[in-house]
């Protein structure tokens, strides 16, 4: 919730009383890689290009939003850097009065490139996907050879002046999880949030099973042999559903997320915006109203921002769900 004392109080409450303040915003349901947990290597069926919503289209959503109380954006996909000119839309959005906060995830491809523009533009911080500190690891998971390195992406982030900088592992039995102590210690010298999430087995993964979910009281298990962790507030913004904690005069913090052992939907304060222009209420599951005809038609946005939250559930049934009943999360702006 916001604490800006002149700010607009949030008015935008789903069905539960849950404020809503934050809003993904996927630019693109494409991607420059087909990470196994996420795409299939011969892609999905891409969104037709007429159907993805112009940037000015994305910014009149979030300008219609932000009086009623939303205050932080993330851009995600898909790859949200693989779209052209991504630093004009967040100039745009930058300029909407109310948005206190504008994130980016990305797979850091091309962060080395962009990082400053994008900051330039307006960005305030990044969260970098990574699962694996070996180059042909990085191969074998991403399965596109474009020459991704961690530490570089992580770099040019920090010259550029995003911060915090959130690291994200899915963590994989038997795939990386033997790399869970190296991502750790990364946090020793660098002031970077390492956080560790488990894997989903959501969309139509063939290669992945349940077997390959490591809980998180493993992983942390695993990070105590580098020394005992204390119990960490994590960075200053944007902590969302992560549990944060140091190792002994660490400069970074490590994080974890754990849809699959524990949910946070009670605290849930989130929806989503497809590239086409749904808005999604639930990651999972159907919950979701287009906004892409009323904003192509000058249309007011409220009436269905508030019929979209009506229907938010209360919770989302993953546990409960099959691996495959489930859409890949590149295609719902995970
Ligand atoms: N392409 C960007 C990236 O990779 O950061 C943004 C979109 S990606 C869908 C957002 C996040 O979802 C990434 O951190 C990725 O690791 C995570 N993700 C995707 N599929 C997942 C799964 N099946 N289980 C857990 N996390 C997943
Ligand atoms: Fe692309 Fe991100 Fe999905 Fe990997 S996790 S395939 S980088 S959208």
Known sequence: MSDTPDAEPITLRDQFGRGIEYLRISV?????????????????????????????????????????????????????????????????????????????????????ELAGPLAQAGLDRVNISADSLQPDRVLSIARRDLGFDLIAAAQAATSAGLAPIKINVVVMRGINDDEVRDFAALTLDHPWHVRFIELMPVGDLRELTWDHVVP??????????????????????????????????????????????????????RVR???????????????????????????PLEPLFRKALAEKPLRHELLQMQVGGLRALSQVGG
């Open 216 to 269: 998180t009281h493993e992983i942390l298990a695993r990070i105590a042999e580098l020394g005992v962790l204390s119990d960490d507030a994590g960075p200053s913004r944007g902590n969302g559903p992560a549990r944060y904690y140091r190792l002994p005069s660490a400069a970074g913090t490590i994080g974890v997320i754990t849809p699959m052992t524990h949910t946070y939907c009670e605290s849930c304060n």
């Open 273 to 299: 915006l497809t590239a086409d222009g749904r808005l999604r209420t639930c990651l999972f599951g159907d919950h979701e109203v287009s906004l892409r005809e009323a904003v192509r038609s000058g249309a």
């Open 28 to 112: 693109t349901d494409r991607c420059n890689f087909r990470c196994v947990y996420c795409m299939p290597l011969e892609g999905l069926p891409w969104l037709p290009k007429q159907d993805i919503l112009r940037y000015e289209e994305i910014v009149e959503v979030v300008r219609q939003l932000a009086p009623l109380g939303l205050r932080r954006l993330r851009l995600t996909g898909g790859e949200p850097t693989i779209r052209p000119q991504l630093a004009s839309l967040v100039s745009m959005l930058r300029a909407v009065p109310g948005i206190e906060d504008i994130a980016l995830s990305t797979n850091g491809v091309k962060l080395t």
